[in-house]
C-alpha cells in the first residue's frame, strides 16, 4: 500500500527465488507495486484460545535484489573430478565459508561425454579454467535446462534412465487446471502429462516402478552445468540440493526434506530387501539360511505378500510390508521342516535377551502390584545385550562372525557366539539361577536391583522371594519324569535329548521336595545346550576333556596392551605443531583447524628430532603421556593409517583395498593388518600368538568386556582369548541349589558326536570352558592387591583388571600375555574440543596410574602399549564445532623397553588440501603402515623371523626402509630393576 515499508509475500511455494522483473510483474497483477521495503509481512493466524489475529513482520535481511551480478564457479579436484561451489560477487564485503575462495566441500559430479574434466593434466580445459596453487581448476560455470524426450518415450526403463528430476502427481495436484492432459500407454506403461500435446521440458512421465510398486513422476528435462558455457566440451548433470549453502538460510523444514529423501533413497535400494531379508532370518531362524530362502523373504519384503504352502495370504501388496515379510520368514519350508532339525549345520545360538525373556514367559513369571515396573538391571554389562542399549551402530553383534570350532571350520557363521565370552556366560546362568531361586531381584548376581520395600535379607533361603520383584509361578504336577518333559517342551521346544531328562529327573528326586526339585530342574534345563540354541544334541557318552592348564617354559616374561581408541580419535589435537624452524607449521595447523585448532597455551611441549618441528605440542590433558615420553618412556607414530600399498593423491581409490572413511571396515582392518585377507578372519595380536604358542611359548589371550577380532588367531593353533569384565571376576554359582549341581552341568553339556548340532556343540564347548576358566580365575585374583589408585572410570576399570591380570602371570602358567582394552566416545562430530577433553582426561588418568602400577610390580620394562584408532578426523572442523571421519593419523606407543621421546615416521610438512597428502577437507594420506609398527613389536615380544610374514603379511608391498624393527623402537637392552615396589 501507499507510503508503507512492508512488503508481501506472493510466492508459489516456500522458499522461492525469482528475478526481479518477476516479482514486479507478480505485483502488477495484484494490482500493488514496488517499494523499497524493510521488512516482509506474514500471513495472519488465528490463536485457538483467543480468536485473536495475528501477524508478524521479519526484517528483510535476506530479501533484495542488486545490480552487481554474481557468478557461481565450481573448483575441480585434479585426482576425482569432484566439484565444490563457488561464489564470486563482483563486490561484497566477505563471504559465507561453504562458498568462499576455500571451500573444501567437493562432491561427486558425472561428467558427460567420455568422463574428462579440466584438471592441471589438460592445462585445466586448455585454459578455460584457472590453474590452482595446489592442484584443480577454478570454472566459471553456465547452467541450461534442456527437454530430454520429443515424444513419448520407448519403455518405463527408457524413463528411469534418462530422467531425474521428480515433478509432482499431476492427478494429486490437480495440474489438470494449468492444461495438463494425460496420455497413458498401455504398452509401456508410461503416461505422458503435456499441455497441448507438447513434449517440451515442462512435460511429465509416470511411470510404474514394479520393483518397489511405485508411481514415479519426473520431468521431461536435464539441468547441466557446463563450465564456461555449452560449447567446451566440459559439462555435469547440476547435482539436487535441499538445503542452501548459506548457513543464514538453512530452514528445519529443508532439512526435514532431505532426511525424508535420504531415508527413501536407503528403503528403495535393490540390496535392501535381501538385507532385511538375511537380518530377519538370523534373528528368528537360521544364522546360515540357504540362498532360495533368502531370496524368498526378499521377495514378499519387495511384493508385500506372501502365499504359504496352506495358502494363507499375508500382506497388502505395498513394498516393504513387514506383515508378508515375518510370515515368509516363520513359514518357510527351511523355519518349518523337521528333517531340517537332523542336520548339524542348521539352526542358530540364540541371543542372550530372547533366552531370559523366554525364561520368564515359559515359567509364567509374576510381577509383584507394589512394583509397577518391571527393571532388568545393567543387562547390557551383565549378559551383553538389552533393548535399546545397543553399544554401536553395528548392534550387539556381527551378523558376519565366525566362531572358533565346529562353525568355523564348516565355514559357516554364528553372530550370537560373540556374546559367549566368560564374564557374559557366567552373568547369564548366575542372573537365571537367582531367578528360578530368589525371584527377579540382586540375590547372587540376580537381573533385578534392590528396591524401596523389599526385604534386606531374602538371599539366604531359596523360594522366600521376599527381596525380588517377582518370580517364576510355574507349576507342574506328576512324576518328576513329567516335570522335566514339561520343562522341555516350553523350554527347549522338546528337543532336550532322552539321556538329560534323565539325569534332571534323577535331581529331581534327589531334592528334599518338589518346590526344590522344580527350582533345581529349571536350572539345569536352563544350562543344556538345547535351551542356548535351536539344535539337536547328540551325546557322545564320554564327557568333555578338561582344558589343560597352562605351564610356562621360565622365559622372560613379556606383555603387549592393545588400546583401541575407538570412534576415530582427533589425533592432531593430540599431537600437533608447535615450533617449526623450517615452516610455520603451527600457523597453517590454525587456519586448516579454525575453530577447533588448540592455541599455544593448551599445548604441553615436547622437542623432537627428524621432523619438520623441533618442538610439538602434545593436548593439555594428556600431562602423564608428556612426561612419559620427556622420561623416554612413550613415542608417537606420525601420520599412520591402514595401507595396503604406498599410495598418492591421483591412485589412492583404486590401490587401497579397505574401504576408507568407515568405522567397521577401518577400525577391523586396524586390528587385523590382513588388507588382502591372506590369514582371513585373524587380528594381528592373534597371530602373534599363534607364532609364539608355535615356538612352543605359554600365551594367555584377554579382551576386557568383550570380543575382538585383534585378538583371533587360526582356529586350533594358540588358546582362545578370555574375554574378562571390567569389574574383574564374578564367582559362579555361589550358593548352588544341589551338592551335584555342578557335575550335572558337566554331563548335561559332555561331548558330542561329529554330527551334532554345530551351534549346541558351541554352546557346551563354551560353558565349561567358561566355568573351569572363571574358577581358575576368581581363585588366582582373589589373592591380588593393586597398589596404584586406579581412576573409577570405564578406561580405568579396564586398565586395573589388566594389572591384576599381569601379576597373576607366575599363578596362571604363561610366558606371554596379550590384552585388548578399549574407550569409546571418539566419534567427535560435534564439539570435538570439549569431548577431547572429557575423553583426554580419562586418558591420561588411566595410564598414569596403569604405568605407576606395573613400575611398582617391576614389569614396567615387561610390557608394552600401543595405541590405535579407527582413523584421525579431518583437520578442517564441520558446521557442529566437530569433525568428520579422515585417514592417516597420529598414534602412542610406551612401555618401560620403548625407545621413547622420538616421533616415528614423517609428521606432514604441508596440512593443507593442497599438499601432497590432502584428500580434501584435512584428509591426510597416511605415509606410515600399521604392518611398520606391529613389525618392530612381533619382533620386540620374541615372533621369529621365519613367522614374520604371518603377523604382517602384507609388509612386502612397502619399502624395507618403511618397516620398523624392534631396534627402531625399543632400547638396545632391557633395562630391568629401575623401579622398586614401595
Not at 37 to 48: A, E, G, H, K
Not at 354 to 366: D, I, N, P, T
Not at 504 to 526: F, H, M, N, P, T
Not at 880 to 890: C, P
Request: proline share 5%.
Amino acid at each position: 500500500a501507499t507510503g508503507s515499508s512492508t512488503a508481501q509475500r506472493n510466492n508459489i511455494y516456500d522458499g522461492e527465488r525469482m528475478t526481479k522483473d518477476t516479482a514486479a510483474g507478480r505485483c502488477s497483477a495484484m494490482g500493488l507495486f514496488e517499494c523499497d521495503f524493510q521488512s516482509v509481512q506474514l500471513p495472519v493466524w488465528t490463536d485457538p484460545d483467543t480468536q485473536l489475529n495475528h501477524g508478524l513482520a521479519y526484517f528483510a535481511s535476506n530479501y533484495f535484489w542488486a545490480k552487481d551480478p554474481c557468478l557461481i564457479r565450481v573448483k575441480v579436484k585434479s585426482d576425482n573430478g569432484y566439484a565444490a561451489v563457488v561464489y564470486e560477487p563482483s563486490d561484497y564485503h566477505e563471504k559465507e565459508y561453504h562458498v568462499d575462495d576455500n571451500n573444501r566441500n567437493y562432491f561427486k559430479v558425472y561428467w558427460e561425454g567420455d568422463g574428462s574434466y579440466p584438471s592441471p593434466d589438460n592445462n585445466c580445459g586448455e585454459g578455460l579454467c584457472t590453474n590452482l596453487s595446489g592442484g584443480g581448476c577454478l570454472c566459471d560455470t553456465s547452467v541450461s535446462t534442456s527437454r530430454v524426450f520429443s515424444g513419448m518415450p520407448n519403455s518405463a526403463e527408457e524413463v528411469l534412465s534418462k530422467l531425474r528430476m521428480g515433478a509432482l502427481d499431476p492427478v494429486a495436484h490437480d495440474l489438470a487446471e494449468e492444461g495438463y492432459a494425460a496420455e497413458p500407454q498401455t504398452v509401456t506403461g508410461v503416461t505422458a502429462y503435456t499441455i497441448n500435446g507438447s513434449y517440451d521440458k515442462d512435460a511429465i512421465f509416470g511411470v510404474e516402478d514394479t520393483r518397489t510398486g511405485r508411481t514415479l513422476y519426473f520431468k521431461n528435462a536435464v539441468e547441466t552445468v557446463h563450465i564456461v558455457d555449452s560449447s567446451s566440451g566440459f559439462s555435469f548433470r547440476n547435482a539436487p540440493t535441499f538445503m542452501s549453502l548459506v548457513p543464514s538460510e538453512a530452514t528445519v523444514r529443508d532439512a526435514q526434506f532431505e532426511t525424508e529423501a535420504v531415508l527413501e533413497h536407503y528403503f528403495y535400494q535393490p540390496s535392501t530387501a535381501p538385507f532385511v531379508a538375511m537380518r530377519m532370518i538370523q534373528r528368528l531362524v537360521s544364522s546360515n539360511p540357504v540362498p532360495r530362502y533368502v531370496e524368498a523373504v526378499a521377495e514378499a519384503f519387495r511384493t508385500g505378500m506372501y502365499t504359504s504352502a496352506a495358502g494363507d495370504l499375508f500382506g497388502d501388496g505395498v513394498y516393504g510390508n513387514m506383515g508378508a515379510t515375518i510370515a515368509a520368514v516363520l513359514l518357510d519350508r527351511e523355519a518349518r521342516t523337521p528333517l531340517l532339525d537332523a542336520d548339524p549345520s542348521t539352526g542358530a545360538l540364540k541371543e542372550p535377551i530372547v533366552k531370559v525373556l523366554g525364561l520368564m514367559r515359559s515359567m509364567e513369571y509374576e510381577h509383584y502390584l507394589q512394583f509397577p515396573r518391571l527393571e532388568l538391571w545393567n543387562m547390557q554389562d551383565k549378559i551383553g545385550q538389552m533393548s535399546h542399549e545397543f553399544p554401536s551402530v553395528f548392534s550387539f553383534f556381527l551378523p558376519e562372525h565366525t566362531p572358533n570350532g565346529r562353525i568355523g571350520e564348516a565355514g559357516l557363521v554364528g553372530p550370537e557366539e560373540m556374546l559367549l565370552d566368560m564374564p557374559k556366560t557366567v552373568s547369564l546362568l548366575n542372573g537365571m539361577f537367582s531367578m528360578a531361586k530368589y525371584g527377579l531381584g540382586d540375590c547372587n548376581g540376580g537381573f533385578g536391583n534392590w528396591r524401596h520395600g523389599m526385604d534386606w535379607s531374602g538371599c539366604n533361603s531359596e523360594g522366600l522371594y521376599i527381596r525380588a520383584q517377582g518370580h517364576l509361578n510355574f507349576t507342574s504336577s506328576g512324576s518328576s519324569a513329567q516335570v522335566v518333559n514339561d520343562l522341555a517342551t516350553l523350554l527347549t521346544a522338546g528337543r532336550l535329548g532322552a539321556g538329560s531328562r534323565a539325569l534332571i529327573s534323577a535331581e529331581y528326586d534327589a531334592a528334599s521336595d518338589a518346590a526344590e526339585g522344580l527350582r533345581l530342574a529349571q536350572q539345569l534345563v536352563a544350562v543344556s545346550p538345547e535351551f542356548h540354541s535351536t539344535n539337536i544334541v547328540k551325546p557322545s557318552g564320554l564327557p568333555r576333556p578338561p582344558p589343560v592348564a597352562p605351564q610356562a617354559t621360565g622365559t622372560d616374561y613379556k606383555a603387549i596392551v592393545y588400546l583401541m581408541f575407538a570412534g576415530g580419535c582427533d589425533s592432531y589435537n593430540m599431537l600437533a605443531p608447535k615450533e617449526c624452524a623450517a615452516k610455520d607449521l603451527y600457523s597453517e595447523y590454525n587456519t586448516v583447524r579454525e575453530q577447533v585448532a588448540l592455541a599455544p597455551g593448551e599445548l604441553l611441549s615436547i622437542s623432537a628430532t627428524d621432523q619438520i618441528c623441533e618442538v610439538f605440542g602434545v593436548h593439555e590433558n594428556l600431562p602423564n603421556v608428556a612426561q612419559m615420553y620427556n622420561e623416554g618412556d612413550l613415542l608417537f607414530f606420525a601420520n599412520t593409517g591402514v595401507m595396503t600399498v604406498p599410495v598418492t593423491k591421483d591412485d589412492y581409490w583404486q590401490l587401497t583395498v579397505t574401504p576408507l572413511f568407515a568405522h567397521n571396515h577401518m577400525q577391523r582392518e586396524t586390528m587385523r593388518i590382513d588388507p588382502l585377507e591372506e590369514k582371513s578372519n585373524t587380528g594381528v595380536i592373534g597371530r602373534m600368538s599363534d607364532a609364539l604358542t608355535g615356538q612352543g611359548l605359554s600365551v594367555g589371550s584377554f579382551s576386557i568386556d568383550h570380543n575382538s577380532i585383534s585378538l583371533i588367531g587360526e582356529p586350533g593353533i594358540s588358546s582362545t582369548p578370555f574375554i574378562i569384565s571390567q569389574n574383574g571376576v564374578t564367582e559362579f554359582s555361589p550358593a548352588p541349589s544341589g551338592a551335584n549341581m555342578s557335575q550335572s552341568i558337566k554331563d548335561l553339556n559332555a561331548a558330542t558326536e561329529p554330527d551334532s548340532g554345530y551351534f549346541g556343540e558351541t554352546w557346551s564347548e563354551k560353558v565349561l570352558a567358561s566355568i573351569n576358566d572363571n574358577e581358575n580365575l576368581y581363585n588366582t585374583l582373589q589373592g591380588t592387591t593393586i597398589g596404584a589408585n586406579f581412576p573409577e572410570t570405564w578406561l580405568g576399570r579396564k586398565l586395573r583388571t589388566v594389572a591384576q591380570l599381569i601379576s597373576t602371570r607366575v599363578e596362571r602358567g604363561v610366558d606371554r600375555d596379550m590384552f585388548y582394552v578399549d574407550i569409546g566416545g571418539f566419534d567427535t562430530h560435534s564439539d570435538v574440543r570439549e569431548n577431547l577433553i572429557n575423553r583426554f582426561t580419562e586418558v591420561n588418568d588411566a595410564i598414569g596410574a596403569f604405568a605407576q602400577e606395573l613400575k611398582d610390580m617391576n614389569v614396567w620394562d615387561m610390557v608394552t602399549t600401543v595405541q590405535t584408532s579407527d582413523f584421525a578426523r579431518t583437520l578442517a572442523p564441520n558446521t557442529g564445532d566437530g569433525t568428520d571421519h579422515a585417514w592417516g593419523g597420529n598414534y602412542m606407543f610406551f612401555g618401560g623397553s620403548v625407545a621413547g621421546g622420538q616421533v616415528k615416521g614423517t609428521y606432514p610438512e604441508d596440512l593443507t588440501d593442497d599438499g601432497p597428502l590432502g584428500l580434501g577437507r584435512g584428509r591426510l594420506i597416511p605415509k606410515t603402515p600399521w604392518d611398520a609398527v606391529f613389525n618392530g613389536l612381533a619382533e620386540w615380544v620374541g615372533v621369529d623371523a621365519a613367522r614374520m610374514l604371518d603377523i604382517c603379511p602384507n609388509k612386502n608391498a612397502f619399502p624395507t626402509g618403511d618397516i620398523f624393527s624392534a631396534a627402531d623402537l625399543f632400547v638396545p637392552t632391557v633395562r630391568k630393576q629401575r623401579y622398586l615396589r614401595k
